[in-house]
């Protein structure tokens, strides 16, 4: 049982380039969350998913785009990446109205 | 303002020390509250819930004051392993968790 995993776990981007964030759970959970944190910042949420199939915007979904074809699996895509996407992605999950569980996180650099 | 707002620190202690955390928030209807720890560059992990009586495990009690929207984490006894950042953390409606920055912690020998 991995729990919550993400791929990958560093990458650097030039301006403008695209990229996805992968992230997998293996518990069944309902609820998946797409999280950047900055310093000093907390964790600040950037879409979420409540079942496979749909999902919904965060506190800062602007430049970000997520999909879940897959209950297991939540996507977050940067189509245009900008220095200002520089942080470290957490994903995270749930099955209901409970305690979210946090993959290790990703952490990107936009040169 | 910051709907969650704690103070950064950082706290340094001695070991065997007793410290004290302290976080408010804004939405007065804001349904549940938890502390996280988060390890240097390693994900947030659940430390406890709070609950409107004050709880207690082991070395630690968090208490939540809902009339002055005032949360708090109290460590016993530091451990060198205690080291780490404290999120403060609100639920609000929808499953929503909303983080407070953080306030990191120095346990020193």
């Known amino acids: 049982n991995a729990g919550v995993t993400q791929t990958p776990k560093f990458r650097v981007l030039k301006t403008g380039q695209s990229m996805t964030l992968l992230c997998a759970q293996d518990?069944?959970?309902?609820?998946m969350y797409w999280y950047r944190q900055d310093p000093g910042m907390g964790l600040r949420l950037i879409h979420y998913?409540?079942?496979?199939?749909?999902?919904a915007k965060g506190e800062v979904p602007d430049g970000y785009n997520v999909s879940r074809l897959k209950k297991q699996n939540f996507l977050l895509g940067l189509e245009s990446a900008a220095p200002s996407q520089t942080s470290v992605y957490f994903c995270?999950?749930?099955?209901?109205?409970?305690?979210?569980?946090f993959g290790p996180g990703t952490r990107l650099l936009v040169l | 303002r910051k709907e969650v707002e704690q103070d950064p620190g950082p706290f340094n202690v001695p070991e065997g020390a007793t410290v004290a955390f302290n976080c408010t928030y804004s939405?007065?209807?804001?349904?549940?509250f938890f502390w996280y720890r988060q390890d240097c560059r390693k994900e947030p992990k659940l430390l406890m819930s709070?609950?409107?009586s004050g709880n207690e495990d082991g070395r630690f009690t968090a208490q939540l004051n809902r009339a002055s929207q005032y949360i708090s984490l109290l460590i016993r006894d530091s451990k060198l392993s205690d080291s780490a950042t404290y999120l403060c953390?609100?639920?609000?409606?929808?499953?929503?968790?909303?983080f407070g920055g953080g306030t990191r912690l120095m346990v020193k020998p």
């Open positions: 995270a999950s749930s099955p209901g109205q409970e305690t979210q569980y």
């Open positions: 953390v609100v639920k609000n409606a929808g499953n929503m968790l909303t």
């Open positions: 998913s409540v079942g496979e199939g749909t999902t």
């Open positions: 709070v609950y409107s």
């Open positions: 939405n007065s209807a804001s349904q549940s």
């Open positions: 518990m069944n959970h309902e609820y």
